[in-house]
C-alpha cells in the first residue's frame, strides 16, 4: 500500500550617491528578467498595494501586494548594512507602511519611490543577512500579486563580499540586470548525498469521502489531488524522497497510514486534510500539530504486538529497566513534538503570503494521525467545504498551484532550519 516514488551593493570607499545611480541603471536598464520575475513587463506598470515586513532574530520576510505582477532586483548595501529591493512600479497607494512586526534581525525599513517607475525598499540590518529566496506571486482569487523576499543570516565576511561582488556586477552591466538565483522550491540548498524521506498522506478515501461540499465535492478527492502534484514538486526539487499512503480511491485505517511512516523510518508526516464546520464563515488553512496536554494515546498509535522498547530499537540496551525505557521514550516524544512545531511554522512562513490563513494558524489537537512516536507529523488543512470561497479555491488549478509550492517550500525551510542553530551561532 506504501506508493513511494544574489544581490549587489557599495563598498565603503564609494560614495552613497555613486551607488544609487548604479543602482538604478541595474533594475531599470533593459536587460533580462531574472528567473523569478514575470517573462516581460506589462504595458502599466502595476502599483504596491501593502507592504509589510516580519523579523526574528534568525531570519525576516518582506511582502508587497502589488496590483500585478512586475520586476524586481535585490542589492546588498553597507555603511550601515541594508538590503535593498527595487521594482518596477508605477506607485504607491499608501504613505507611510507599518512597522515592522517582531524583532531582531530587520530593525527598520522604509519604502518609497526612487523615481519615476520604481520603489525601493530599504531594510535595515541589526545583523548581516542574505536573501534566502525572492519570488513574484500571480494574483489568484482573493489574492492580489506579491513579491515575497526571505532574508536569512549571513557572516559578516560573507556579506562584505557579497556588497563588493555585486557593487562591481552592477557596474560592469551597464544597466544590464543580472541573472538572480532561481527560487523554485528547494533550490537554495545544495541537493543532499542520503535525501529526507517525506510522507504524505491524503486523508480519507475508499469508503471514506471525509467532507462534502454542496455542489458533491469530496475532501478525499480534492486533497489526493493536491498530494500527487506536491508529490511532484519535491521529487522535483531532487532533494527529497516522497511517498504517498494512498495514491488512488482507497481506504486505509488511521492505525495504518501511521504505521507506514513509522515503518518507513519518515523523516516527516504531512497528512492532507479539508474539513467541514457548522460555522459556514469560518475558512483558511492551518497546520496541526499534537496537543501537549491531549490524552496519551500512544498505545493506539503502535501495533498490537509492539511495546514501547520497540520505538527505541536501536538505542536501548536489552536489559534496560521499564523505567528507563519510558524516560527514552518520553524524550523521544518531546522531540518529535518539537520538530513537528518547527516544521508546522515553517510552513505557515511559507503559505501566509499565498492563501487566506486562519486566526492562530499553527494549532494543536489530539488528531489520531499525529501519534506517532518516533516521526514529526503535522496536519495540513487547506481549508474547509463548508465555506463558499474555500469550496472554490479548492477546485481551482492556479490556487492549487499556489499553495503546492508553498507547501514545498515550506518543507524545503523545515529541513534547512534543523541545523538553523548552529548556523546563527557562527554568524554571531
Do not use: C
Amino acid at each position: 500500500m506504501f506508493k513511494s516514488a544574489g544581490s549587489g551593493g557599495q563598498t565603503g570607499g564609494f560614495p552613497s550617491v555613486v551607488h544609487a545611480i548604479v543602482l538604478a541603471l541595474w533594475v531599470l536598464g533593459g536587460g533580462h528578467p531574472a528567473p523569478a520575475q514575470s517573462e516581460s513587463a506589462a504595458a502599466v506598470l502595476p502599483e504596491v498595494i501593502d507592504a509589510r515586513v516580519t523579523t526574528t532574530k534568525q531570519r525576516a520576510r518582506l511582502i508587497l501586494d502589488l496590483s500585478g505582477p512586475t520586476e524586481f532586483a535585490i542589492a546588498s548595501l553597507d555603511a550601515p548594512n541594508r538590503i535593498a529591493v527595487d521594482v518596477k512600479v508605477e506607485g504607491l497607494r499608501f504613505a507611510v507602511p507599518p512597522d515592522v512586526a517582531g524583532s531582531g534581525m530587520v530593525s527598520a525599513y522604509t519604502i518609497e519611490m526612487a523615481e519615476a517607475g520604481r520603489a525601493r525598499t530599504l531594510l535595515t540590518l541589526a545583523e548581516p543577512a542574505q536573501m534566502q529566496q525572492a519570488y513574484v506571486l500571480d494574483a489568484v482569487a482573493d489574492q492580489p500579486a506579491r513579491l515575497v523576499v526571505d532574508l536569512i543570516l549571513d557572516t559578516p565576511e560573507a556579506f562584505a563580499a557579497r556588497v563588493t561582488k555585486d557593487l562591481a556586477a552592477a557596474m560592469a552591466n551597464q544597466g544590464i540586470a543580472p541573472q538572480m538565483a532561481s527560487t523554485d522550491p528547494g533550490t537554495h540548498a545544495p541537493v543532499p548525498e542520503t535525501r529526507p524521506l517525506v510522507v504524505i498522506d491524503p486523508g480519507h478515501g475508499g469508503i471514506d469521502n471525509g467532507a462534502s461540499a454542496p455542489n458533491g465535492v469530496k475532501e478525499k478527492d480534492i486533497v489526493l489531488a493536491f498530494a500527487l502534484q506536491l508529490q511532484d514538486v519535491l521529487v522535483q526539487s531532487g532533494r527529497f524522497d516522497v511517498a504517498l499512503t494512498r495514491e488512488d480511491d482507497s481506504f486505509l485505517r488511521l492505525e495504518e497510514r501511521v504505521a507506514l511512516a513509522r515503518e518507513n523510518k519518515a523523516d516527516i508526516f504531512i497528512s492532507l486534510h479539508a474539513d467541514s464546520f457548522q460555522q459556514k464563515e469560518i475558512r483558511g488553512a492551518s497546520v496541526y500539530t499534537r496537543d501537549e496536554n491531549a490524552t496519551d494515546v500512544l498505545d493506539k498509535v503502535l501495533a498490537e504486538n509492539e511495546n514501547k522498547t520497540d520505538i527505541i530499537a536501536g538505542f536501548a540496551m536489552p536489559e534496560m529497566t521499564p523505567a528507563v525505557v519510558d524516560i527514552l521514550v518520553d524524550l523521544m516524544r518531546r522531540q518529535m513534538r518539537r520538530q513537528s512545531f518547527l516544521a508546522a511554522q515553517a510552513i505557515i512562513r511559507q503559505l501566509e503570503p499565498s492563501v487566506t490563513l486562519r486566526r492562530f494558524p499553527v494549532r494543536q489537537a489530539d488528531f489520531f494521525v499525529l501519534q506517532a512516536p518516533d516521526v514529526p507529523s503535522i496536519l495540513v488543512e487547506l481549508g474547509f467545504l463548508s465555506n463558499g470561497n474555500d469550496i472554490a479555491n479548492l477546485q481551482k488549478n492556479d490556487w492549487r498551484d499556489r499553495v503546492v509550492d508553498a507547501l514545498a517550500r515550506g518543507i524545503a525551510d523545515y529541513f534547512d532550519g534543523l541545523d538553523e542553530p548552529m548556523v546563527a551561532q557562527q554568524s554571531q
